[in-house]
């Protein structure tokens, strides 16, 4: 079974083991799903790439240090998918609220209040038990409750069968995801299920098929007359234009500034524009439970936890600092005794940890306490190509790469 210790030195040592099969292994083995034991094929790194205990860049060039970029191409896109989706939700961010506001329509139909639909509950609860009567969405359920982890095909099938052959909303499952994976961002998460459903590009949309199952799970389940192969895409919503990625204003030298780290970037020695900072303090906070307003899986929560802890005693041991998890009763107090001035975090992107930053941003003015976000290179690269379909993006990936001084 896989595990997915939430460390960076962790995540170094995974890139390492990683790195002989990151070529044309990878692109010929990607998508087949052997079960959890058998999972050499991939890299294992999303848990820490999702909360930066390793960052794309590095990933980036550690691959292109070994291989040429023809042969180690499909693993460098996979891992851009991911800057694509975060790219794509930022200059459409009304998309996240419309999903947030479905979701909450869904969650009363679940719910014990007088909007719940009991029939529709007890369809969406067999399929969150894994209790449906398709072995290998069952098994599905059972290996992300215990893991946090599904392989990316299985995802793209577990989604499909949840919403054209169960015919139930795709919020309630980007929910369930979100609530259960590791790696869960708010706009992989969502936006690929819009994808699966065929939201995301227009007319388009991802079936399972049973013989698809069959053949990349290695004859562990085939579905045979169980999935429906046939369906529609979901009719198609009203997509916002997209806008455009906003600078930032940069830090100021001289003032009394603390460091401050959350879910979405836990790697703060390696922040852009710290240089020259007067850092006197860190601290950090996770708050996972706002993932949803439904139980945020024990797994997701610790390990978010412990993630933190080894962001703050990296960061401590790097700037030479206290670095402490600080609840929001002892921030007060924490910026007073170190007589704070500006705060600089990382930026949170689209989602619960932006929407909590924005709170705290909200809380520091009051005080006359500025709130400075910092943006890592590699986004402020990638996110505006993401105004349309990966693939443009795709064709901007060597470009890019040289910009960011990766060879």
């Known amino acids: 079974m896989p595990n997915f210790p939430p460390s960076r030195a962790d995540a170094l040592a995974r890139l390492a083991a990683f790195l002989p099969r990151a070529g044309a292994h990878y692109a010929n083995e990607r998508n087949a799903d052997r079960g959890p034991a058998a999972r050499d094929n991939v890299s294992l790194l999303s848990p820490a790439v999702r909360h930066r205990?390793?960052?794309?860049?590095?990933?980036?060039?550690?691959?292109?240090?070994?291989?040429?970029?023809?042969?180690?191409?499909?693993?460098?896109?996979?891992?851009?998918?991911?800057?694509?989706?975060?790219?794509?939700?930022?200059?459409?961010?009304?998309?996240?609220?419309?999903?947030?506001?479905?979701?909450?329509v869904q969650i009363e139909r679940i719910g014990d209040g007088p909007g719940v639909d009991r029939p529709f509950r007890k369809r969406w609860q067999a399929a969150v038990d894994g209790?449906?009567?398709?072995?290998?969405?069952?098994?599905?359920?059972?290996?992300?409750?215990?893991?946090?982890?599904?392989?990316?095909?299985?995802?793209?099938?577990?989604?499909?069968?949840?919403?054209?052959?169960?015919?139930?909303?795709?919020?309630?499952?980007?929910?369930?995801?979100?609530?259960?994976l590791l790696d869960g961002d708010p706009a992989s998460n969502t936006l690929s299920w819009r994808w699966v459903a065929g939201l995301q590009t227009r007319g388009k949309h991802y079936l399972a098929r049973a013989d698809n199952i069959q053949k990349y799970t290695a004859n562990r389940y085939w579905p045979k007359g169980e999935l429906n192969e046939d369906a529609a895409p979901l009719p198609p919503d009203e997509l916002p234009a997209a806008g455009r990625i906003a600078d930032l204003p940069p830090?100021?030298?001289?003032?009394?500034?603390?460091?401050?780290?959350?879910?979405?970037?836990l790697c703060a020695e390696s922040w852009p524009a710290l240089a020259g900072l007067d850092v006197v303090a860190i601290g950090g906070d996770v708050t996972p439970a706002a993932r949803s307003r439904l139980p945020v899986s024990e797994a997701v929560t610790g390990w978010t936890e412990a993630a933190l802890a080894d962001g703050l005693d990296r960061a401590g041991r790097h700037f030479g600092l206290p670095a402490v998890r600080i609840t929001p009763s002892q921030r007060h107090r924490w910026l007073e005794d170190h007589r704070i001035e500006q705060l600089v975090t990382a930026y949170p992107t689209v989602g619960p940890v932006a929407e909590t930053v924005a709170a705290l941003e909200r809380e520091l003015a009051a005080r006359g306490i500025a709130l400075i976000r910092v943006r890592r290179a590699w986004d402020t690269a990638f996110w505006p190509h993401a105004g349309k379909g990966f693939f443009q993006l795709r064709e901007k990936i060597?470009?890019?790469?040289?910009?960011?001084?990766i060879p």
């Not at 990933?59 to 694509?84: G, H, M, N, P």
């Not at 398709?134 to 949840?162: K, Q």
């Not at 830090?251 to 970037?265: F, M």
């Not at 060597?398 to 960011?404: G, T």
Request: charged residues 20%.
């Open 53 to 104: 205990l390793i960052s794309e860049a590095e990933i980036a060039a550690a691959v292109l240090d070994r291989y040429a970029f023809s042969t180690s191409e499909k693993f460098i896109q996979e891992v851009c998918w991911r800057s694509y989706w975060k790219g794509w939700l930022e200059l459409r961010p009304q998309v996240w609220a419309d999903y947030q506001a479905a979701l909450s």
């Open 131 to 180: 209790a449906t009567g398709i072995a290998c969405f069952d098994d599905w359920v059972e290996e992300l409750r215990s893991t946090g982890y599904l392989h990316n095909h299985t995802r793209m099938w577990f989604a499909s069968i949840w919403i054209f052959t169960l015919n139930l909303p795709w919020v309630l499952g980007a929910d369930f995801f979100y609530r259960h």
């Open 251 to 265: 830090p100021k030298a001289g003032l009394r500034t603390a460091l401050w780290l959350h879910e979405d970037d």
């Open 398 to 405: 060597r470009p890019l790469l040289a910009e960011l001084g």
